[in-house]
């Protein structure tokens, strides 16, 4: 079955720029998305089909891929950024909807 | 703005049927642009697609669950339902129905709006 792979955790401080990366058999030839979810929150779209934002995300995130990768950047990251980051992209052998491991990032 | 509700018991032995109910509010379920998805989230761990609906019929499962789910719409009512049958202590999870906008191919859709969720537990 399809599998993407994330970072368990990042750390990054105030200010400074946190990639979080996704890996997965030829992901680049999908299309990925990525979900922000804070603790006790339900998840929150902020990229998809690769690099789009949704209205009202902040231009401080942005997405990338290509290759076996795909890669969330969060510029001049904020405290309130905290959370649980998770990838998604749809494996066209099984139909299956799969999402990544999910990375926590930590603003220190 | 478009809401989305879980409802459905906390609570469920295993061997039984699990069954929730997500009602759509501010806006209308048979959109033609839009599937409505249930995914599930095991305590501490990553999220789990189970299936995904349109408001003519149109259903997608994930094939490792296909055999015990069943996700059905309400046109009339403003919403979905999930029915998970034979649970076991595997299925406890927090359950979210989210919206899935489907415009281009399938590759291109995503979930661009979740409920709350609702938590469930299996156990005797």
């Not at chain 1, 690769?50 to 990768?69: C, H, I």
Request: glycine share 10%; hydrophobic share 30%.
């Amino acid at each position: 079955s399809y599998e993407l792979t994330q970072p368990p955790s990042v750390s990054v401080s105030p200010g400074q720029t946190a990639s979080i990366t996704c890996s997965g058999d030829k992901l680049g030839d999908k299309y990925a998305c990525w979900y922000q979810q804070k603790p006790g929150q339900s998840p929150v779209l902020v990229i998809y089909q690769d690099t789009k934002r949704p209205s009202g995300v902040p231009e401080r995130f942005s997405g990338s891929n290509s290759g076996n990768t795909a890669t969330l950047t969060i510029s001049g990251t904020q405290a309130m950024d905290e959370a649980d980051y998770f990838c998604q992209a749809w494996d066209s052998s099984t139909g299956l909807y799969v999402f990544g491991t999910g990375t926590k990032v930590t603003v220190l | 703005q478009l809401q989305l509700q879980e409802s459905g018991p906390g609570l469920v032995k295993p061997s039984e049927t699990l069954s929730l109910t997500c009602t759509v509010s501010g806006g209308s379920i048979s959109s033609s642009s839009y599937y409505w998805g249930w995914i599930r989230q095991p305590p501490g761990k990553g999220l789990e697609w189970i299936g995904s609906i349109h408001y003519s019929g149109s259903t997608y499962y994930n094939p490792s669950l296909k055999s015990r789910v069943t996700i059905s719409v309400d046109t009339s009512k403003n919403q979905c339902s999930l029915r998970l049958s034979s649970v076991t202590a595997a299925d406890t999870a927090v359950y979210y129905c989210a919206r899935q906008s489907s415009a281009g191919y399938r590759d291109r859709w995503y979930f661009d709006l979740w409920g709350r969720g609702t938590v469930v537990t299996v156990s005797s």
